[in-house]
């Protein structure tokens, strides 16, 4: 019995990594570097067949993969750049490579409990800010040369142009 119930979770398994290569889809329309200017800050994002990274300021913040589905985009962030979270808390703790999510966490909780921050309030902020930041859909209209985000929780538009290239 015990075989079977393997041989069953093992077919289950296949049938959901299957279905989810097989049906995954991308709007081959994204591919390219989009850009959303505001009060001089740029975003950037980077797609490529179902891989994203991000930029700001010419700073690399989080990489990726996004799927598109009835017009909604699921980004699924893997990893965040190190240059990024120094820029962001002003010191140079981390190395200018990629950490995946669990290797920011790892690093991320002493420097915080180090600069006198409980250990509740570092985990509240990592469970809010770094694994909840894992996983955005945003609804997305492409009209030529223009892709607009919008934020379902909010309502937010971000419009972004496609730069040449």
Known sequence: MYYNIKKLLILILFVLIFSTVIFAQTDNRLN???VFIQEGIELEFVFRNGSYDSVID???VERGMYT????????NSTHSHGNFYNE???FSRFESRWYSTNELT???TPIFIEMGI????VDEFIKEVISESESQSFSYTIDVN???LTNPS???MLVFTKRPG
């Open 32 to 34: 390219g570097t989009w």
């Open 58 to 60: 010419g700073t690399p």
């Open 68 to 75: 598109t589905r009835d017009s909604i985009l699921t980004l």
């Open 88 to 90: 962001m808390f002003e």
């Open 106 to 108: 790892q690093a991320l």
């Open 118 to 121: 409980p250990r509740e309030l």
């Open 146 to 148: 223009t892709l607009i």
């Open 154 to 156: 909010d309502r937010t």
